[in-house]
């Protein structure tokens, strides 16, 4: 089967695009490049193409037919916070606007699976163990993107006759393999090594929240092990015409959690950084724990997670001294 992964020269796609590889799936790459990389994995063809400006509709529907795809992973979308607040309009019509091209290429093209990137963001400040129902109320334009894209992913499974999946990410690290390692630092493990390469101290952000050691919990997941749920997740897909309109959203996580204070010890360790951990103020809005429930994945995917903290930071490590 030929699968299409938008967003597939990216972090998190390389590592989907290695695993349909290794185990014998056709696959096509579309991406703009903007944050990904070309050269992540060699070898599998690459269309760059931008999906949130509508021409992408026709020319992902020609190539979709063309190629003789079966189903598509979406994981192309801008993925920064900050960046969303300041150009909420923007992400919109990127993450928003870009799932819309794909579901319509899809529809013409007689496309009945997907697998859409959701993330953790949608339930905003949601804190504790956090299941697939908790209140969704997403802190930013960015989770905003993600909780509306799964709403279109709800209305159009039926309309379009879809089997479609969408996984709520927690927070994602490490690198399966060195080459296809996170060259962004927007997440702990990532940042922690800048301030190890500019010779600074690691700073943990308040060390009094209501948790065993004072700093705030968060669910790991190893980056290998997301790859896998998604090939879980593909392989789950019904081969029934027409598609049911099914849409399973589930959490992807440990369903454990580790705290700052545990993950940057682990990180000096592994590094062997001469540095200690700093204490800073609190930032605003950080909930001191957040966990995934997990039992949905492991029941209607048969997937958990396999993998250590100390897994992820010595394959981040290897694959951040790669650079
Ligand atoms: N990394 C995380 O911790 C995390 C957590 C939750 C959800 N996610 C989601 O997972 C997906 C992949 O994230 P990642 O960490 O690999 O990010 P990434 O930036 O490395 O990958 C995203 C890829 O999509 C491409 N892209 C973005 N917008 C595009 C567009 N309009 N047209 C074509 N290509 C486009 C980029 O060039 C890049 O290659 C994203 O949807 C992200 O929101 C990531």
């Known amino acids: 089967m030929a699968v299409l992964v938008t967003g597939g020269a990216g972090y998190i796609g390389a590592h989907v695009v290695r695993l349909l590889r290794e185990r014998g799936d056709e696959v096509l790459i579309v991406d703009d490049l903007v944050t990904g990389i070309a050269d992540r994995n060699p070898g599998v063809p690459l269309i760059e193409m931008d999906l949130a400006h509508t021409s992408s509709v026709e020319e992902l529907a020609q190539l979709l037919t063309s190629?003789?795809?079966?189903?598509?992973?979406?994981?192309?979308?801008?993925?920064?916070?900050?960046?969303?607040?300041?150009?909420?309009?923007?992400?919109?019509?990127?993450?928003?606007?870009?799932?819309?091209?794909?579901?319509?290429?899809m529809e013409r093209a007689g496309v009945a699976h997907l697998i859409f990137s959701s993330s953790a963001a949608v339930y905003g400040d949601a804190r504790g163990l956090v299941a697939e129902s908790a209140a969704k109320a997403p802190t930013s334009p960015y989770g905003e993107t993600k909780l509306v894209g799964e709403w279109m992913?709800?209305?159009?499974?039926?309309?379009?006759?879809?089997?479609?999946?969408?996984?709520?990410?927690?927070?994602?690290?490490?690198?399966?393999?060195?080459?296809?390692?996170?060259?962004?630092?927007?997440?702990?493990?990532?940042?922690?090594?800048e301030r190890l390469d500019l010779h600074e101290s690691p700073r943990i952000f308040g060390d009094d929240y209501d948790t065993p050691d004072g700093t705030c919990i968060r669910d790991y997941v190893h980056v290998m092990d997301l790859a896998e749920a998604h090939i879980a997740a593909l392989d789950s897909l019904s081969t029934q015409i027409p598609a049911s309109g099914r849409h399973r959203v589930l959490n992807v996580g440990t369903g454990s959690g580790t705290s700052v204070r545990e993950m940057i010890d682990v990180i000096l360790r592994v590094s062997g950084a001469p540095q200690t951990a700093e204490v800073v103020a609190r930032r605003p809005g950080d909930p001191a724990m957040v966990t995934a429930q997990v039992s949905a994945i492991a029941e209607q995917l048969g997937w958990t997670a396999s993998r250590s903290i100390e897994d992820i930071v010595e394959s981040a490590w290897a694959a951040h001294q790669r650079r």
């Open 67 to 105: 190629r003789g795809v079966t189903a598509v992973i979406h994981f192309a979308a801008r993925k920064q916070v900050g960046e969303s607040v300041a150009k909420p309009a923007w992400y919109y019509s990127e993450n928003v606007g870009g799932l819309a091209n794909v579901l319509q290429a």
């Open 153 to 193: 992913i709800n209305t159009a499974v039926g309309a379009q006759h879809l089997d479609a999946v969408s996984l709520r990410y927690f927070n994602v690290a490490g690198a399966g393999w060195p080459e296809l390692g996170d060259k962004m630092a927007l997440n702990l493990v990532p940042m922690v090594f």
